[in-house]
């Protein structure tokens, strides 16, 4: 077999969906491999529910995992890319997919992925997806990067399978061990800070005055615009993601969709020990209001994505005060 599942108490139908799903992975890293020899998967190719624009890519994956998946155990099917849930009649699992995450960096040869969150199927096709994340059986990733991983939870830790270059065969390497809590890297999009809110702004600011302010030590910041590859940094060495709702049109609710990204990141993080909010309020056990739903999302080591909590408990005085009139966090 290509991969191997044994001894994780998966049911046969969860097996078989994930062995489809690792199967369509391992020909998409040889696809990606390919970008430019055979074609550019980085053209424009339409528009997705979200708005957002697509690449070739994003079409090309989404298709590859719907036909793969289309005559298993999953009934409903939802994608970044649909607009709708697909209903493949029967089965008794619904899957929720981000087929390419980090579109923009398809072009620049820096690491994407796949997200991927598993429920058992309910009633309706609406209703398998518009539930707490809690509720999923199965929460993970594939990255596309220098390797080609799978980083999954069933609900019982996290594990983690490398590819063999060139194949389509998973081995299983070292359990992710657990988040990292003292930690001092943090990641967000730091071209929108005129437009967070500002507890936000107040969070940074504090880690950007470095040993010299109320932290009292210095930070480091990272942003790769792949939702798959900041999550793989930050199981591998801790810290702390954030992407806010701002006061950009449209960004209310930040721009990760709760369903196929938050929710699945969020049931990862929190197996390893660490939190996933949307800045003040757990994710999973939150509950999305439509399948292409936004959600401002802040993951990472658990000490971090407490403090920014606390940052919005803070009376607004406080946090426009200059920072070393702070008092909360001095330390
Ligand atoms: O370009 P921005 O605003 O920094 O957003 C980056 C975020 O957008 C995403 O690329 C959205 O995912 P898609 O590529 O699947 O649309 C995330 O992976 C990433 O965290
Ligand atoms: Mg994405
Ligand atoms: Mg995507």
């Not at 983690?160 to 081995?171: F, M, N, R």
Request: aromatic share 8%; proline share 5%; with cysteine.
């Amino acid at each position: 077999m290509s991969v191997n599942f044994d001894g994780l108490g998966l049911s046969a139908d969860l097996a078989d969906t994930m062995t489809r799903l690792t199967g369509v992975g391992a020909r998409l890293a040889r696809i990606i491999a390919r970008n430019g020899l055979d074609g550019n998967l980085a053209e424009a190719a339409g528009t997705n529910a979200g708005g957002d624009g697509q690449k070739a890519l994003d079409l090309i994956a989404d298709d590859m995992f719907m036909d793969a998946l289309r005559d298993g155990a999953v009934c409903h099917y939802a994608s970044e890319e649909q607009d709708e849930v697909v209903d493949f009649g029967a089965g008794t699992l619904a899957l929720a997919i981000d087929p390419l995450d980090g579109s923009s960096n398809i072009d620049v040869n820096v690491s994407i992925g796949t997200i991927f969150s598993i429920f058992p199927a309910a009633e309706t096709p609406e209703a398998s997806f518009l539930r707490p994340g809690t509720e999923q059986i199965a929460g993970g990733y594939i990255i596309f990067g220098p390797q080609t991983a799978l980083v999954v939870t069933f609900g019982n830790g996290v594990q983690q399978w490398v590819l063999e270059p060139g194949t389509e065969i998973w081995t299983r390497v070292a359990d992710p061990k657990p988040l990292p809590t003292e930690t001092s890297e943090y990641a967000i999009n730091a071209s929108n800070y005129r437009h967070w809110p500002q507890p936000i702004r107040a969070f940074v600011d504090d880690m950007v005055a470095g040993a010299e302010g109320p932290r009292g030590r210095n930070f480091n910041m990272r942003w790769i615009a792949s939702l798959v590859a900041e999550t793989h940094r930050i199981i591998t060495r801790g810290g702390v993601f954030l992407y806010p709702g701002d006061d950009r049109e449209g960004y209310e609710r930040g721009r990760l969709r709760h369903v196929y990204e938050c929710a699945p990141i969020a049931m990862l993080v929190t197996q390893l020990g660490g939190g996933a909010t949307d800045g003040a309020d757990p994710i999973l056990t939150a509950l999305p209001d439509r399948l292409h739903a936004r959600t401002p999302f802040v993951f990472g080591s658990a000490s971090k994505v407490a403090r920014v909590a606390a940052y919005h408990d803070l009376p607004q005085d406080e946090t426009n005060a200059l920072f070393n009139k702070r008092g909360l966090f001095r330390s």
